[in-house]
């Protein structure tokens, strides 16, 4: 039977109420109980190795690329006409940043330091987060961490709003207009997009494969492996060169460690920032002030519902595209 857009936001919503108890990272897509038992893993990035080949970037354009958006075009009007598109489509090519077709690109930082000058190449992707504010404040339950410290946007579900992008220290996502839900559940006044971003090869380390920018890399700059192991080795590593770490503090903790023999300060200070640029800034833990965690908590359960209502009109709305 046919289901126009009001029938089957009705119907999603009334079933999905039953679903509000469980928790929104369950909804937003993770792998199961086995995803939950799984060790968490991160990456360490020894700066002093790269150099700014971009065989990372191509390996992860080429994994990737089967998800890449293929946006409708034209892009519905929206209301209000301050909500602005967000269309990358025919700038597919762009490299030198994030973009929804380039979810990693190479930063290069040149300066002089105790004296000395430097050049240093710096991979910069979503840095996976330990309490990710994008996976915790996500009023659509669409973002996630799962099991193994990974945290992806299911773009099943996304609306585009970018509340990810707002609340990332690194305002890390980057929009495409013209795909996903909202073009189904409200055209014209939802988030418009679908919000992308390094999911560090989700399903291939789920496999127990390797993300593909580290296995490609020929100066093996990237090391993976448990977390608490990978961070004891960045620890060694810059104690050994006397150089610095950003990542294993920085938003209260992350899944990636870069390791630099020059500081991050000079080093943010070296590089050009900016949209889809991110810096490399210090970056305090945002859940330690009560109003912010009280915001994460409250609004779990809400993003469990709503991730829920949106699974079921996704799966209406898939029906009724094949009737």
């Known amino acids: 039977m046919k289901m126009n857009r009001r029938s089957f936001i009705a119907s999603g919503l009334a079933v999905a109420a039953g679903t509000a108890a469980r928790p929104a990272r369950a909804?937003?897509?993770?792998?199961?109980?086995?995803?939950r038992e799984a060790v968490v893993l991160a990456t360490l990035l020894d700066l002093s190795k790269c150099i700014g080949c971009g065989a990372c970037v191509e390996a992860c354009r080429e994994a990737n690329a089967q998800r890449f958006p293929e946006p409708v075009k034209p892009f519905p009007k929206m209301y209000p006409s301050r909500v602005k598109a967000a269309d990358w489509s025919d700038?597919?090519?762009?490299?030198?940043?994030?973009?929804?077709?380039?979810w990693l690109y190479i930063q290069t930082a040149s300066g002089e330091y105790d004296g000395r000058p430097f050049e240093l190449n710096i991979p910069r992707r979503c840095l996976h987060c330990q309490n990710p504010p994008c996976a915790n404040l996500c009023p659509w339950g669409a973002a996630s961490k799962d099991g193994r410290g990974i945290v992806a946007i299911n773009d099943e579900i996304c609306l585009g709003g970018s509340k990810c992008k707002d609340v990332c220290p690194w305002h890390i996502p980057e929009r495409q207009t013209g795909v996903g839900l909202y073009l189904k559940l409200a055209p014209s006044?939802?988030?418009?997009?679908?919000?992308?971003?390094?999911?560090?090869?989700?399903?291939?380390?789920?496999a127990g494969g390797t993300p593909a920018c580290i296995e490609v890399c020929p100066e093996g700059v990237q090391t993976i492996g448990p977390r608490d192991e990978i961070l004891a080795k960045a620890r060694k590593l810059a104690e050994e060169i006397g150089g610095f770490i950003y990542g294993d503090t920085e938003n209260g903790g992350t899944n990636t460690f870069y390791v630099s023999p020059v500081p991050f300060d000079a080093l943010n200070q070296a590089v050009e920032t900016g949209p889809g640029r991110p810096h490399l800034a210090a970056v305090g833990n945002p859940f330690t002030t009560e109003d912010i965690l009280a915001r994460a908590v409250y609004a779990a359960p809400l993003a469990g519902l709503a991730a829920g209502a949106l699974h079921l009109i996704r799966g209406a709305a898939s029906e009724d595209d094949h009737e």
């Open 27 to 35: 909804l937003a897509g993770d792998d199961g109980p086995a995803a």
């Open 91 to 102: 700038k597919r090519d762009v490299d030198d940043r994030l973009t929804p077709y380039n």
């Open 189 to 206: 006044f939802a988030g418009n997009g679908v919000m992308y971003k390094c999911d560090r090869c989700r399903d291939r380390v789920a």
